[in-house]
């Protein structure tokens, strides 16, 4: 044998150990992806989603997965498996879920019939999607800008996305459109069913479903009549279900979060006009952001009157350890209701909420758990402008009924406007306002204090607030009451406190009368 031929032969023979002990260098090092050879171990998935590229940077999108109708296939964010090329047995990998027919991971209603023209019923067409979709894995159900009929209801199956296209909240405002007609922009649910009935729900999202993008309206709701009952908007009866993007335009109750645990709710707007958000039976963690209810889609007198006297924009009842953030309500008769239910009652964490104009009270306790309610940074006023009727109510900003025997406490929160009080206070449970600012209340001049309690046998907390009304009373209680403390307040004018608790602490109050240190003891009654 040559010398040529024997170094041939232990060339071939160091290159079959190599390829036995040393793995092939992974492509993922480089972010690109080897050229195609022809072997399985070229090919690597990006997510759920495996193709052969030649050279090209790992994120680049194949045009196969672009929606003809102009939508992106809906991409996961990870990284699966990358093929079995190491030589020890490494795992195959994962088979990918099958395909739509156009080689997408996301539907489109049109494919199915819907018709988006503002006339045809969509229902079924929507329902068709939504359960092909479940069907092929979960995907996601894209609706492109039309104004869908919906005459009776459809439900989001399991983990499936049902998506319209605005990717920021969208508005309708009283002044566009002056001539009744129908909002024209993006996706738009037009509600037809159930007229007259609060039974039932037009959209149902099942465990893990996400509903974003849309406008909903109900056109037989003109602004120049009285609204009528429709059922909800939009159920939320799942396991870890979220509401994000929509616009709840002239709904009559518009979102219901009932059993459904660690739900989400974010970027919200529109004119609910009898309720905005329950929440109820929710053992675990749900969370409420940037969500603002405002009059933007009628300014009518009939309409809003009747809003103001009948409407609720939150309400809560069994929720353990609700989180609230950055809310808002304009013109209801109350902006935030605590019921009890046979499930039970509130606890939880509200921080930056508002409420504007409230006919009857911003915060209305009706019961909360002991641990009760932690509400901060919150902005309100109650009152009612006579453009939209009498006064049906004496206007409390902070309404504690007797039934309350949980914790509602107030931090760093701004109370203004004409309103009768600031807190009127009833119940077995402790009330406390620590480090707020009373603006203005007695506004019918009727001789109210700012914070009365009013045959309440619990406790209030008044510590660190600022009293900035003059020659008006500050804070009345009875003798029913337990406990109260009243502590490092400042008042604009000559502090007055009326009524002794059992065991009334007061001092380091500071006001402007003569006597600065008038009633700045620990006092007690008997």
């Known amino acids: 044998m040559s010398p040529l031929a024997v170094v041939l032969v232990l060339a071939g023979l160091l290159h079959g150990v190599c390829a036995l002990v040393v793995p092939r260098r992974d492509p993922f090092e480089f972010g690109f992806e080897s ?117 009776s209801n459809i439900t989001i199956p ?43 729900c037009m959209i149902t ?29 939009i159920c939320m009866s799942g396991i870890n279900t979220a509401v994000t993007d929509v616009e709840c335009l002239n709904s009559w109750n518009a979102i219901k979060a009932v059993q459904a645990h660690r739900h989400y709710i974010a970027r919200v707007q529109g004119q609910p006009v009898n309720t905005g958000i329950f929440v109820d039976q929710t053992y675990d963690i749900g969370r409420i952001e940037d969500v603002h209810f405002n009059p933007w889609y009628c300014h009518n007198e009939t309409y809003v009157a009747w809003q103001m006297l009948h409407g609720q924009a939150f309400v809560f009842a069994r929720t353990d350890w609700e989180y609230v953030f ?51 940074n919150g902005e309100f006023t109650s009152f009612i402008k006579p453009l939209y009727g009498k006064q049906v109510a004496e206007p409390t900003q902070v309404l504690v009924m007797g039934s309350n025997t949980g914790a509602v406490r107030l931090s760093n929160s701004a109370f203004w406007g004409p309103s009768d009080r600031i807190a009127k206070i009833s119940g077995s449970g402790t009330a406390g306002f620590m480090g707020c600012t009373f603006i203005d209340w007695d506004g019918g001049k009727q001789n109210y204090s700012a914070i009365e309690v009013d045959g309440g046998t619990g406790n209030l907390l008044v510590e660190g607030c600022d009293f900035k009304k003059e020659k008006a009373k500050h804070i009345s209680m009875g003798h029913t009451l337990a406990r109260a403390i009243i502590m490092g307040n400042t008042f604009e004018d000559k502090m007055i406190i009326e009524g002794l608790a059992h065991n009334t602490q007061v001092g380091f109050n500071a006001d402007t009368s003569s006597h600065p240190h008038r009633r700045d003891s620990s006092t007690s009654s008997t």
Not at 55 to 69: E, I, N, Q, S
Not at 172 to 189: A, R
């Open 35 to 151: 050229s195609p050879s022809g072997r399985s171990g070229d090919k690597w998935n990006f997510g759920r989603f495996a193709h052969a590229r030649r050279g090209r940077p790992l994120f680049a999108r194949p045009a196969h997965t672009r929606h003809p109708d102009g939508f992106s296939a809906h991409h996961s964010a990870g990284l699966a498996g990358y093929g079995n090329n190491d030589a020890f047995g490494a795992p195959a990998p994962p088979t990918p879920p099958p395909q739509t027919p156009n080689g997408t991971y996301a539907l489109n209603v049109w494919q199915f019939g819907a018709k988006g023209d503002g006339k045809t019923d969509d229902t079924a067409a929507f329902q068709k999607a939504l359960d092909e979709a479940y069907r092929l894995g979960s995907l996601l159900v894209m609706a492109p800008p039309g104004q869908y009929v919906i005459r």
């Open 158 to 200: 399991k983990a499936c996305t049902l998506q319209g296209t605005y990717f920021s909240v969208p508005a309708h405002n009283s002044g566009q459109d002056k001539t009744g007609g129908l909002p024209n922009e993006g996706s738009i649910i037009l509600g037809y069913g159930g007229r007259g009935t609060e039974a039932g």
């Open 205 to 233: 999202l099942s465990e893990l479903a996400v509903f974003r993008a849309f406008t909903i309206y109900y056109p037989d709701n003109v602004r120049d009549q009285m609204p009528h009952p429709y059922p909800w908007s």
């Open 326 to 376: 950055n809310t808002f309500a304009f013109a209801y008769a109350v902006g935030y209701r605590f019921i009890e239910s046979q499930a039970g009652a509130c606890n939880g964490n509200f921080l930056g909420i508002g409420a504007d104009m409230m006919a009857n009270a911003s915060v209305h306790v009706d019961m909360v758990k002991g641990h009760g309610l932690e509400i901060t």
